[in-house]
T-cell receptor
Framework: GESVGLHLPTLSVQEGDNSIINCAYS??????FIWYKQESGKGPQFIID?????DKRQGQRVTVLLNKTVKHLSLQIAATQPGDSAVYFC??????????????FGRGTQLTVWP | DSGVTQTPKHLITATGQRVTLRCSPR?????VYWYQQSLDQGLQFLIQ???????AKGNILERFSAQQFPDLHSELNLSSLELGDSALYFC??????????????FGPGTRLTVL
């Protein structure tokens, strides 16, 4: 089966610093990966996605890097703000086949931003 | 606000009981997904429906069932409840998987507590 997991369960950063959240996956069959942010008491919220044929994608203050050689992806948040404090999940999905649309989630990293 | 609604927000019940969780997808989304989030298992995919038909099954127990109605809302039925079924249950919706965006929009979740 597919497994997507995170390296660290918690990450604490100072406001204004850059944050890097890592994720490793075991199955190279994923066609895309998504980063979700989940604030306390809320459902996961889409941050950014990347297709498996890309190695980098940038959004607003966020960058996702994908290294297929070592089956690793990361989420970089620039100038981290207190509002970024949340649990961050990586998820992998397939764009075809019987598991089309299904997401496999990692366990999450709790990001805490200190003022 | 993701546009996905779930009711009820909280549900407290006893072991052996049966409950129904309801989800209304974003306007225009044909796919509905159900996920279970517990402390020790993270976000686990349960089942997916597309335009009224079951498309994929994940780690869903036989005591659980779901359906998607002609108006595209979905219900997740949990029966013979056990203490271990206590968790957050999320519904998500998306456009037709494999065509366009991979993003799934999550509802606020239903917190189920089995006593």
């Amino acid at each position: 089966g597919e497994s997507v997991g995170l390296h660290l369960p918690t990450l604490s950063v100072q406001e204004g610093d850059n944050s890097i959240i890592n994720c490793a996956y075991s199955n190279s069959a994923s066609d895309y990966f998504i980063w979700y942010k989940q604030e306390s008491g809320k459902g996961p919220q889409f941050i950014i996605d990347i297709r498996s044929n890309m190695d980098k994608r940038q959004g607003q203050r966020v960058t996702v890097l994908l290294n297929k050689t070592v089956k690793h992806l990361s989420l970089q948040i620039a100038a981290t703000q207190p509002g970024d404090s949340a649990v961050y999940f990586c998820a992998g999905g397939r764009g075809r086949g019987s598991t089309l649309g299904r997401l496999y989630f990692g366990r999450g990293t709790q990001l805490t931003v200190w003022p | 606000d993701s546009g996905v609604t779930q009711t009820p927000k909280h549900l407290i019940t006893a072991t052996g009981q049966r409950v129904t969780l309801r989800c209304s997808p974003r306007s225009g989304d044909l796919s509905v997904y159900w996920y279970q989030q517990s402390l020790d298992q993270g976000l686990q995919f349960l089942i997916q429906y597309y335009n009224g038909e079951e498309r994929a099954k994940g780690n869903i127990l036989e005591r659980f069932s779901a359906q998607q109605f002609p108006d595209l809302h979905s219900e997740l039925n949990l029966s013979s409840l056990e203490l271990g079924d206590s968790a957050l249950y999320f519904c998500a919706s998306s456009e037709n998987p494999g065509q366009g965006s991979n993003e799934q929009f999550f509802g606020p979740g239903t917190r189920l507590t089995v006593l």
